[in-house]
């Protein structure tokens, strides 16, 4: 009986551990920082709030170039901080003449909204909408690891006008991704927000550019190589050497995009 109570208790135990996943996964994923910008990184940094000031911001936009020039890049970020930390982006791209909108998602950077797949995707197509009405086409988007989930998602959409598609340290599927990570639970049938990049990368049939870092600690290389072999895409794989999921952008420079764009049909 003693034995039969442990295992009662052990399954039991497993059962809630499987309740508490589901129900608190989108703080174990995402990682937002509420915060706003301060004014003194917006001018050094050389960006500004996007549309504008004066309107409720999606995000942020580039000053160090004084038109779209060979096209413009909507980025789409990693799970954690807000959209002004990346401005390496803005840096490197601006460099290239290259209009960059830094895109910020609903709860991050002081941003209403709710934290999830749908209202992510939906707020970002909405993103890449106004973009193209703005400034024209083309409009390029670049992901970078939950932003190459949100970014695949956009490009599926056929009303949506993408002219190709960057991503940047992705998965495949969120689900195999989280079954690799918590192999004792059956996590692929926990996850609820699924950013199933093969499905929405195929269903889009443009130009795929993947770059993965060689020591990805967070998302394992595997993961990205499937993605990679499973696309029908025209595509390309980049493997960032000695870089990990965090420090890749100080392993390329301004040539190491224009190989990217050049790729993509941008103009060097």
């Known amino acids: 009986m003693r034995i039969l109570s442990i295992l009662i208790n052990i399954v039991f135990g497993y059962i809630l551990l499987c309740v508490i996943v589901y129900f608190i996964q989108r703080r174990m994923l995402y990682y937002p920082n509420s915060k706003t910008a301060p004014e003194k990184d917006i001018t050094t940094q050389r960006i500004d709030y996007w549309p504008s000031k004066t309107e409720p911001f999606r995000g942020f936009v580039n000053t160090n170039v004084q038109s779209s020039g060979p096209g413009v890049i909507v980025v789409f970020h990693g799970n954690a901080g807000s959209a002004w930390h990346r401005t390496y982006y803005t840096?490197?791209?601006?460099?290239?003449?290259?209009?960059?909108?830094?895109?910020?998602?609903?709860?991050?950077?002081?941003r209403p909204g709710k934290i999830s797949q749908q209202s992510f995707v939906e707020d970002a197509k909405q993103t890449v909408r106004l973009a193209h009405s703005q400034y024209g086409k083309p409009v390029y988007l670049c992901g970078e690891s939950l932003g190459a989930g949100v970014a695949a998602a956009v490009a599926a959409d056929p009303g949506i006008p993408v002219a190709g598609v960057i991503v940047i340290t992705p998965w495949d599927t969120l689900p195999d991704l989280a079954q690799s990570i918590y192999w004792f639970l059956p996590a692929r049938r926990l996850v609820?927000?699924?950013?199933?990049?093969?499905?929405?990368?195929s269903e889009f049939?443009?130009?795929?550019?993947?770059?993965i870092a060689e020591y990805?600690?967070?998302?394992?290389?595997?993961?990205?190589?499937?993605?990679?072999?499973?696309?029908?895409?025209?595509?390309?794989?980049?493997?960032?050497?000695?870089a990990g999921h965090n420090t890749w952008p100080n392993m390329v420079d301004v040539a190491w995009w224009r190989?990217?764009?050049?790729?993509?049909?941008?103009?060097?």
């Open 91 to 110: 840096r490197v791209l601006g460099e290239l003449g290259y209009r960059v909108i830094l895109a910020e998602y609903p709860s991050y950077g002081d």
């Open 205 to 211: 049939g443009g130009k795929v550019a993947i770059a």
């Open 216 to 242: 990805d600690e967070i998302i394992p290389v595997r993961h990205g190589l499937r993605l990679y072999k499973s696309l029908p895409n025209t595509k390309k794989l980049w493997t960032i050497q000695d």
């Open 192 to 201: 609820r927000d699924k950013y199933d990049n093969i499905q929405n990368l």
């Open 259 to 268: 190989e990217v764009l050049f790729f993509l049909g941008g103009k060097e």
